[in-house]
């Protein structure tokens, strides 16, 4: 189930209908102030000019992360079929450490038609509330968040085949499920290693 598509589509039959606000509705829009990026080139990025009058999907990843990886297909299958109807499609690169050589090594590997962005200080995890790798998140035209979580169900029968497994893994300081965004410590900290394994996966409310 693409639960990322069902609401992308959702968020298109509300919004064609209704013209553009010229700006944010503060009782239901997300930050006042610049969302600082980088893109490939070292030039910094606004999100909120990025994604103007547009709704935008963002993805949050790593080049080394083997779900995200996983979940390459079905972000190319969402970009052809929503990014001609006028939803922006945006990567964004969590960790500082990723230099832009290797993001465009990863964009051209797995074929990726939409832009990377970096986050180094992690101002868009933040004001998301995003914690792992890969999780999606869709901003209406009035910057509200109008979903977060999974991109589909792919991998739910892939954790319950490996919950045991992955419990050993936990132990071991490995993420056989998703990538922890290791946060500054500004934010709220997770120590290193920390996974998120099947319990918390199903409590978890996106």
Avoid at 12 to 36: M, N
Avoid at 136 to 152: E, H, L, M, Q
């Amino acid at each position: 189930v693409h639960l990322l598509a069902i609401c992308t589509a959702t968020a298109l039959a509300h919004g064609c209908s209704e013209s553009a606000k010229s700006g944010p509705d503060s009782s239901a829009t997300v930050g006042a102030g610049p969302i600082a990026l980088l893109d490939l080139n070292d030039q910094s990025i606004d999100f909120w000019q990025r994604s103007k009058d547009r709704i935008t999907v963002v993805v949050f990843t790593r080049t080394d992360c083997p779900i995200s990886n996983r979940h390459a297909p079905d972000v190319r299958d969402l970009y052809e079929k929503f990014h001609s109807r006028g939803v922006e499609f945006l990567l964004i690169y969590v960790d500082p450490s990723e230099s832009p050589d290797a993001i465009r090594k990863h964009l051209a590997e797995y074929s990726y038609p939409c832009a990377g962005l970096r986050d180094l200080k992690h101002a868009l995890v933040a004001c998301t509330g995003a914690t792992v790798t890969p999780e999606a998140v869709v901003f209406d035209r009035s910057r509200k968040i109008i979903y977060r979580g999974r991109i589909n169900d792919r991998n739910l029968g892939f954790v319950d085949a490996r919950a045991q497994e992955g419990e050993e893994e936990r132990r071991r300081g490995h993420c056989p499920y998703s990538c922890i965004i290791q946060q500054h410590h500004h934010h709220h900290y997770r120590p290193s290693g920390q996974c998120l394994v099947l319990g918390n996966f199903r409590r978890r409310r996106f």
